[in-house]
Every structure is written in C-alpha cells, then in structure tokens.
C-alpha cells in the first residue's frame, strides 16, 4: 500500500554565525494512513526539526534536501502559498506546550471558530456548530461552556485536547503531535494518548507521534524510527523494536526505561552526553557512548541496512543479532 507520507533522506541544514549546520542528515520514513508512526530520540537528536521541514516552519536561512511526498506532491518544494493551504487543512501540529500556540487573551470559541472561518470559509453560525462537534470529538466536558472560556482557566490536558481540537478543525489526513503529553502528568497523558489512538482508527487520521519517551510508543505506535545525531539509529514495526532492539543506542533507551512489571528492576542510563550538531562525532555520531564500539565505527558513517520485516538499522558490529528470535 502507498503510504500518505514518504519521506526520503532529509537533509536540513540551519543558518549559524559560523555557517550552514547540519542537523537532519538522511532520514527516511513512511507514514501510513490510520497509522501513529513514531519519532523518538533523546534531547537534541533532531525529532523537531524534522517535524518543521515538513511542515515549511524551519527558521530563517534554513536549507533542505531530500523529498518528502504526501499524496503525490513534495512538501520540500511546495511554494509559500502552497504549504500555507497546505498547513492545517492536510498536516496539522501539535505543540507539547499549548500555553505556547493558544492565544491567552482569545476565547477558546474565538480561537476555534477563526480557523474555521479562515480556512474554510464557515459562516458564525456554522463554525460554531463545528466548534462545540470538534470539542466533543476530544471529549472535552461541556463544550458550550468551555467555548466561553480562557486557555489559563483549563488545566494543561484539556489546553492540549483544544489544541488538538485546533489541529483537527480542518480535518487534516496528517497529525504531527511533538512531545503533546510530556508536560502532563501519567494519567491525563494516559487520556491524551488514548485519544490520538482513537482518531487515528476512527478518522484514519495519520498520526507522527514525536517523544524521547520509547516508553508511549511501545503502546500506541505502530511503527517506529529512533534518530540518533540528525540520522536513522534503527526503525521499523514497534513490536520489533521494542521487542528485539538491534542497534546499541535502541537498547540502550530501553535499558533506561521503567518496567511496570519488574519495578524493582535496576535502570541503566546511557552514558555520556547526547550529540551536539557542533561537534557531531566522526563516522557513526553513537560510538563515543557505545560499549561495543570497535575502532573502525569512528571511520566510516554506518549505512542503514534491512534486517527483517521491515527493519534497518544502523551499526555494522550489529552485537544484539544473536539475541533475536529466528
Ligand atoms: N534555530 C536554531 N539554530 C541553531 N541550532 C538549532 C536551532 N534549532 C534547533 N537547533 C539545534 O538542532 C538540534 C536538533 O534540535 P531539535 O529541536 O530538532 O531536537 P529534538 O530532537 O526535538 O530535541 P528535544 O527532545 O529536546 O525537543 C539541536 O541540537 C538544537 O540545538
Ligand atoms: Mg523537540
């Protein structure tokens, strides 16, 4: 099946006193329709960056490679007034923190019914119908009465449900969700999540579900791509990565994480310090913090190769191959 999304070795370089900086370095990913695809990597590794050459919101200067086709055209060269049309009727974002893209002096009704005006030219009467629908699509409890209020009389999972309900207004075939529950508490992103998976299934909405946390993409991505540096560490079905992670860096997020079911289980952290774009290190970016590095991962840029169903990763000592199922 042709994915909604093909995006074929990324490449963005941002504008930096010293010159063009390389931060996305040949990503590869598709989405699919009705499919939450998610991006992980820690602090720095390029989630978001990605996420706005995609959407034409990379800063001033920036320069992109590559192709990212959705639905036939390429968003990398689409012109100005294109992507505009082409942001929030076909891909909308949503930010981790909606005090950030929420107007706190507008209310939400206002905030709702604009873009609705704006984007599909809506009468008052009929963007404010399609307002309180859209409100009740996120769950939120009395939207007539939540129509009339201010971003800060919400607490931060219903600011992200009106967000979300932002994103939705135009029915977009593309969500980009960056980081939208790490500023909430486990069980409002609990609810958060549950709600991108059920718009997902029930609007065949794809979903790009940005996080550092491997944790919430083990239970609602199908598939996933984890970015080390700018670059592709591994990716491929969640079951796989989550279940046999091959690359060293994959395992080594694993390792860090809480187990519900062995609480008491010692966490590892990785050590050392994330890859800075300044200083990103020679041949593959990962070696400097990697335990089973041998002298010649500091030489050449490891290519991603296929392994099984799907999946390639990124490292040529490959030390987890004899731990996969077969
Ligand atoms: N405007 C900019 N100018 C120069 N460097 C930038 C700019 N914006 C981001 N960067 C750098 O690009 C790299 C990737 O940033 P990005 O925001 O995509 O990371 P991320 O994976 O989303 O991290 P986080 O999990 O912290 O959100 C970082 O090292 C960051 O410092
Ligand atoms: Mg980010």
Redesign the pocket.
Known sequence: MTPLLSVRDLHVW???ARGP?S??DGVSFDVGEGQVFGLA??????????A?ALLGLL?AGARTGGVAIMAGRDLLAMRTSERRRTRGREIAMVF?DPTSSLHPMLTIERQLTEHLRYQLGLSGKEAHLRAVALLTEVRMPDPEAAMRGYPHQFSGGMRQRIQIAIGLACEPRLLIA??PTTALDVTVQAGILRLLRRLCKEKNLAVIL?T?DLGVLSALADSITV?YA?RVAESGPTSQVMGHARHPYTRGLIDALPHPEAPDRVLIPIAGDPA??ESRPSGCAFHPRCRYSRPSCQIAIPPLIPIDDGREMACPVDPFMASVAR
């Open positions: 941002l504008d930096t900086l931060i996305v990597g820690e602090s720095g590794s390029g989630k978001t960056i990605t706005l800063p981790q960056d980081e940005i550092h970015m700018g800075s774009p």
